[in-house]
């Protein structure tokens, strides 16, 4: 394929993506919204007024970073990991098997249309945010940076998870099972310095951790990981993940028999 | 005929995982601006031989060529030529058929506009166009399959693959697909066709593959396959049932009831001898049919072994 044409290809599998995410909106960016204002009503109106402070920062104001790093964390792991497994439980994935289309330029189009959707949703949690406190961003660099960097490792993730699931039960396992606890673990709720040590060491094998930290940094200007660390660790997990789901596709496993 | 064939399969074979050996060693020529059949029971290997040549089934051994182009090596261009017609609904059913096929085309890097434009023209032409919005869940069989051979055409491929493309539509449908794919291969585009309806084959196609058990056991043009029958069987319909039938040399004569009869004519008796003789025993012929289509005949000698319960696409649920 010329340049012009795997652009055209590229664009064809994030428009078909931004579609799906469009046609579904009450499935795919409805709930996040609802669940994300009672997260700010219950836990940051409600119970942070009793809280006080963490790090230094209003309580409401430390968790709405976390909030949505965990919306576009779930929200672009969810959308790839169910419209690819989708497109191969209906086999329509044979459209694009078929198609002169290089794997590098499928798993681009999937990745693209799963960002849109995190970052989307996490526009919209940003919002919702703003009718509870006022959000400023201390570095918009890094607010953008560390999303985007997040949103694309945790669409790799929800693509292998989609390539090794055989049925919908596994699409679910792996987000109920893993996602969740790491995100909830990951420092969206509390600093780690409040930890016992052990726990504060367990918690740096959480590469959540380091998004979340970042996010908060482009945010509110304070992290718990030093912002070279936390980039490092995303940009290292966004290779590792990107290779292999790149691999898998290629290798057609559990495309092709 | 010096001209790149439009697939040049060799040696090819195939064991899936689960140890079914699919094809042994099975190699085959399709001329460019072919129409060719590829028949075999169920089972035989078809879908298997298809699916490695567009590239759904991992190769195994062997080497196949598109206009010269390797599957293996060159992929992507290979792809660029082929449109197929596979023979389950692949497509999502909560698109809409122009959305469907606009995005097939631009896989193949086919601009949006002049996507739009195709999809156009071919829904028009397989009698879609109104159907064009409705969710594809919502068509009816027959339906479905023509949306897949507009699909199928977004690439204007040069080698258009159909793998049964006529199973279980109505024989309108199946006509106008007929003509459809007729006028497709008049201008230029190699196609190749599998199917059970051997009455099809016979019509549309010039060239003819039989595969079984993952070979190819003939290989020939219809006409000189359809010339090697050299025993046709009639079944006539006739006044009296009463008449003792004549003895005819070489012809075979066997009363199915009292209205007909069946007759096995080798291709060197002529049937006017036929008619002759039962006239002259008082039997009056009032019509006649072959016993089956020439080409099913045939087939089942060739296949002489019972055709195995398919056992591919059984278990799969809606
Ligand atoms: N994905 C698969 N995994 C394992 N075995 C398979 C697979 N697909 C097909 N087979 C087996 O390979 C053999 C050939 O199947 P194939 O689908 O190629 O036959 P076919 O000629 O297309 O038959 P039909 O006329 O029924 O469509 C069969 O024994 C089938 O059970
Ligand atoms: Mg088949």
């Given at each position: ?30 709930p996040?919204?609802?669940t994300?204002?009672l997260?700010?009503l ?16 209003a ?29 191969k ?86 987000p ?8 909830y ?9 409040l930890?016992p ?36 660790v ?17 290798t057609g ?5 | ?13 195939k064991t ?11 190699s085959?020529?399709v ?10 029971p ?13 590239s ?19 992929r ?15 497509f ?21 506009k ?44 040069r ?6 493309p ?5 024989i ?31 019509q ?26 050299d ?7 006739i ?43 008082g ?14 005949e045939?087939?089942?000698r ?17």
């Amino acid at each position: 394929m010329t340049g012009h044409e795997t652009w055209t290809a590229l664009y064809t599998l994030w428009r078909r993506e931004i579609m799906r995410i469009a046609r579904i909106w009450s499935q795919t960016l409805v709930p996040p919204a609802i669940t994300m204002t009672l997260y700010f009503l219950i836990f940051g109106k409600l119970i942070g007024a009793r809280i006080g402070q963490m790090d230094g920062i209003a309580y409401i104001d430390f968790i709405v970073p976390g909030l949505i790093m965990m919306s576009v964390i779930t929200n672009s792991y969810g959308n790839i990991v169910s419209s690819f497994f989708g497109a191969k439980f209906g086999k329509h994935v044979e459209e694009m098997l078929v198609s002169p289309m290089p794997s590098w330029v499928i798993l681009a189009g999937y990745v693209g249309g799963a960002v849109t959707r995190g970052l989307a949703v996490g526009t919209i949690v940003l919002f919702i945010a703003m009718f509870f406190t006022e959000v400023r961003l201390a570095n918009p660099l890094v607010t953008l940076s560390s999303v985007v960097l997040a949103a694309i490792v945790f669409s790799f993730a929800g693509f292998i998870n989609a390539t090794f699931a055989r049925k919908f039960d596994d699409v679910a396992i792996i987000p109920a099972f893993v996602l969740t606890p790491l995100t909830y673990l990951g420092g969206v709720f509390y600093s780690i310095s409040l930890l016992p040590e052990l726990w504060r060491n367990v918690s740096y094998a959480n590469p959540i951790l380091y998004m979340v930290n970042a996010f908060r940094y482009g945010v509110l200007g304070v992290s718990d990981i030093p912002l070279a660390v936390a980039y490092a660790v995303m940009i290292a997990f966004a290779v590792l993940l990107g290779g292999f789901s790149l691999w898998l596709l290629h290798t057609g496993r559990g495309l092709r028999s | 005929m010096t001209s790149t064939p439009a697939l040049s399969v060799r040696n090819l074979t195939k064991t899936y995982d689960n140890g079914v050996v699919a094809l042994r060693g099975l190699s085959l020529d399709v001329a460019a601006g072919d129409f060719f059949a590829l028949l075999g029971p169920n089972g035989a290997g078809k879908s298997t031989l298809i699916g490695m040549i567009a590239s759904l089934v991992n190769l195994g051994e062997g080497e196949i060529e598109v206009f010269g182009l390797s599957v293996r090596h060159q992929r992507n261009q290979a792809m660029s030529q082929i449109g197929l017609v596979p023979q389950e609904i692949n497509f999502n059913q909560f698109e809409k058929p122009v959305e469907i096929l606009v995005n097939q085309a631009g896989f193949y890097g086919v601009p949006r506009k002049i996507a739009l434009q195709r999809a156009e023209k071919y829904l028009r032409a397989l009698s879609l166009w109104d159907k064009r919005d409705a969710t594809s869940r919502t068509l009816s069989g027959g339906m479905k399959r023509r949306l897949m051979i507009a699909r199928a055409m977004m690439n204007e491929p040069r080698l258009l693959i159909l793998d049964e493309p006529t199973a279980g539509v109505d024989i309108e449908i199946r006509r106008s697909m007929w003509q459809f794919v007729r006028e497709i291969n008049r201008t230029g585009t190699t196609v190749i066709l599998t199917t059970h309806y051997l009455e099809e084959a016979e019509q549309l196609c010039r060239n003819i593959a039989i595969i079984d058990h993952g070979r190819i056991i003939e290989h020939s043009p219809m006409r000189s396959l359809l010339a090697k029958l050299d025993v046709e069987s009639f079944v006539l319909d006739i006044d009296d049932g009463e008449h003792s039938l004549p003895a005819i040399d070489g012809v075979r004569l066997q009363r199915l009831d009292n209205g007909s009869l069946e007759a096995e004519v080798p291709k060197a008796i002529a049937l006017s001898e036929v008619f002759a003789a039962l006239h002259h025993h008082g039997i009056r012929v009032k019509s006649m049919r072959n016993k089956a289509n020439r080409l099913e005949e045939l087939f089942m000698r060739l296949v002489g072994n019972p055709a195995p319960p398919p056992a591919t696409d059984a278990g799969r649920s809606p």
